[in-house]
């Protein structure tokens, strides 16, 4: 089944009178399940390609469909509804609300969702669990380490059970150890959930995991192949990048 | 709900000394309007209270040709036989006092000095001149027998350096156009609590008054005090005659009614500069917070978070804000009303003709004041909020997330 699907996607930027391109026509299509990096170096166009299809921008041209609905014509409020039931977003940064604690930050998700608070209480002591962190559910952001700030940040991005998880550099600002923590909990859940896993990476150690790799330059997809990791499937062998 | 006020709360505590600082500027705007507006009322009130009491009464009853800033003395603007009309008037149970009262107008000389006066001639025995008895600072009240007494007021002596005992020299106008000259002895002084009063006002009994102007039987009104000021239409009434005109306090306050009002639209003014500075800090401090937290509205955006759940985020911490800052006002506001209306403010000798105003201010505060201050704040935090809360619902999730990169 097709979680999302980019058609011909083009994004430009436009900044005074310059026109900065950052994808040109790519075509992409994510299966459920899958655990895929987006690999290439900076201003090759992988964030990018993760805000379109986290409905966080909108293609200048081409379309996005995500769980087989086009999103590319949606609203803000449609868009920020789509995120809301259908994606979960890891970000390079350690994005988590410096005022909440680590419990009330994964709960912040169900909240939205208007979950009631026992299946909220449920959900959380559920992924507390499942990313090792039920001893620091109380505990602000300022009193976890990196690595279980970004645990946090997983657990907040699965605890709706989205069709979809996105991450942005999720290792970008973690030492090797806590890095490999971060990219074995995603892989452990990836395979005991089945939900799919869409991350943008430029570290090699990263990119061992996936089973999926997409490599961009330039804005466009210049391979998409197997990835390192073991048992892994061939999800997609031809380059879908259109100069 | 309780999420998001809980939220609102922790980050309001973020930035604990800003966050102090505008509940503060918010606390200190409505103390400082809540002082202002107990300060006018009560100054609006005590003001028509001395001037009722001392000056018009609730009702006057006197000739349809009298003219009360003339100090007519022509027999046909005035009362006849005012006894027997303030006895019957006396009469009437919701009137506690009403007693003839013979205005002329005079000198006083002593010496080289002179200070011109309103003269009253008062039934000394009335209930009505209870403010004049109590206030009694030297000597006795007058009796009513007394031919050669008068009563001053204290700002009087001290100007002419009298005291009771000393003579004078009284110039008085008669009722015949004539200005008689006859000397006095000042019997003692009074004190009313407006100094204006004290200093143009001279008392002698009525029979005397009415001698020396030569309006045997007459008097210049009916002076009548009620035991409530509700009672005006019902008692006007029922005195309504051919012969004679009635007129209330409110009509006979005019200028104090007009200064009500227009002090209405004056608070008006104050209370959106005053409110519109605080609005000020509170734009402030909320915009700072959309700035200082964007990334994090980039990211609950992300989650899905709606516009409108972003600008409620704001409006919530405005209205904690609010709260903070009305409490805090309550608080010293109610310190320096408290003040203000027990211990008041000395302003001494300030008056105009028409409005009596006491030596000292006191506040009152209504608690329609109150309540209109305290919503008038609330709302003005609210709209205060307006803008950095849709700062904040308008960002880009993807601009907002990269803010600071």
Known sequence: MEVAKIENVSRTYKIGQLETRALRGVDLTIQSGEFTALVGPSGSGKTTLLQLIGCLDQPTSGKVFVNGKDVSTLNRNQRADMRRGTIGFIFQFFALIPT???????????????????ERRQRVNQMLEAVDLVDHSHHRPDQLSGGQQQRVAIARALVTQPALILADEPTANLDTPNGKLVMETMVRLNQDTGVTFVFATHDPRVIQYARRVVTLRDGVIVSDGAGEAPGMELMAAEPKGVA | MIQLIKMAFRDLGRNRRRTFFSALALGLGLALLLLIA?????????????????????????????????????????VAEPEAAAAQIAALAPVKAA????????IVAVGDETAGVSIIGIDPASEANAPYRDGMVSGEFLAADDRQGVLIGRSLAELLNLKAGDQIVLLVNTANGDVDEQPFTIRGTFATGSPFYDQTTLFMPLTKAQTITRTEGYASTIFVLLNDRDQTEAVTSALKSSQYEVVTWQEMNQLLTQINQMSSGFMVVIYLIVLGITATVIVNTLVMAVFERTREIGILSAMGMRGNRIMAMFFTESTLLAVGGILIGLVLGGIMV???????????NFGIEGMLIGERIYAYLTLTDAVTLIITAFIVSLLAALYPALLAARMEPVAALHSGD
């Open chain 2, 38 to 78: 107990a300060v006018i009322q009560g100054e609006l009130r005590t003001s028509m209270d001395l001037t009722i009491k001392l000056q018009t009464g609730h009702l006057q009853v006197r000739a349809k040709t009298y003219e009360a800033d003339k100090s007519s003395l022509a027999w046909e603007d005035l």
């Open chain 2, 99 to 106: 007693t003839p009262r013979l205005f002329a107008s005079g």
């Open chain 1, 100 to 118: 909440l604690t680590a419990y009330e930050n994964i709960e912040m998700p169900l909240l939205l969702n208007g979950k009631t608070p026992a």
């Open chain 2, 338 to 348: 408290a003040y203000a209306t027990y211990v008041g403010f000395y302003v001494g």
